[in-house]
């Protein structure tokens, strides 16, 4: 079935430092990626997102990089700060607007 | 311009009885999509409708859960005969004329079902 899953559940990292968050998909007519961001207590949050026509895009300290090759997305932060930890989510979808999530991972940002 | 609103935020309901969840979209969005999230999982789709028009209900369970998107006023997704297995929060998001970019999402609804 089609599903999009992340390898690893939780992530800490030294406030300052860079964050990577990597995602695996499974859909091969994917053609939309987005990560979101999920604080406690709260809806999705959009990130930032790429369409399948490229292979990097970078918006405010954030950057996604699509390998179609082998289905691979990460999401890095530059100086990740208290702020940016949460449940971090990333989604795909093909011809149709439903979106596949996958489980999601923690990002911790230690002091 | 408010955002994708749902309510209520959170909801208790007893094995048996019904919930009823509400989501108005954002201004100026047409199509509207309800996601189930369990503890520790990603979201899960569930219905994509338009006004008065279900698009896709693939991820529907086939009993006692409903979706409707009238001509005027909220979504809403209509639970029956609630179990324990129910709980869960349930997100809505919108979107323009059923694009796939520019989604939404609402502060969800909090089920629980005691």
């Known amino acids: 079935g089609e599903s999009v899953g992340l390898h690893l559940p939780t992530l800490s990292v030294q406030e300052g430092d860079n964050s990577i968050i990597n995602c695996a998909y499974s859909n091969s007519a994917s053609d939309y990626f987005i990560w979101y961001k999920q604080e406690s207590g709260k809806g999705p949050q959009f990130i930032i997102d790429i369409r399948s026509n490229m292979d990097k895009r970078q918006g405010q300290r954030v950057t996604v990089l699509l390998n179609k090759t082998v289905k691979h997305l990460s999401l890095q932060i530059a100086a990740t700060q208290p702020g940016d930890s949460a449940v971090y989510f990333c989604?795909?979808?093909?011809?149709?607007?439903?979106?596949?999530f996958g489980k999601g991972i923690t990002l911790s940002v230690r002091p | 311009n408010a955002g994708v609103m749902q309510n209520p935020r959170h909801l208790v309901r007893r094995r048996g009885q019904e919930a009823r969840l509400r989501c108005s979209p954002m201004k100026g969005h047409s199509h509207v999509y309800w996601y189930r999230q369990l503890p520790e999982e990603g979201l899960k789709f569930m219905v994509y409708?338009?006004?008065?028009?279900?698009?896709?209900e693939s991820g529907m369970p086939k009993e006692r859960f409903s979706a409707e998107f009238p001509k005027e006023g909220p979504s809403i997704l209509r639970i029956q005969q609630v179990v324990r297995g129910d709980s869960a929060a349930y997100f809505c998001a919108s979107s323009p004329e059923g694009s796939r970019y520019g989604y939404t999402f609402g502060s969800g609804t909090r089920l629980t079902v005691v």
């Open positions: 989604a795909d979808s093909g011809a149709n607007s439903k979106l596949t």
């Open positions: 409708l338009q006004k008065e028009n279900i698009i896709d």
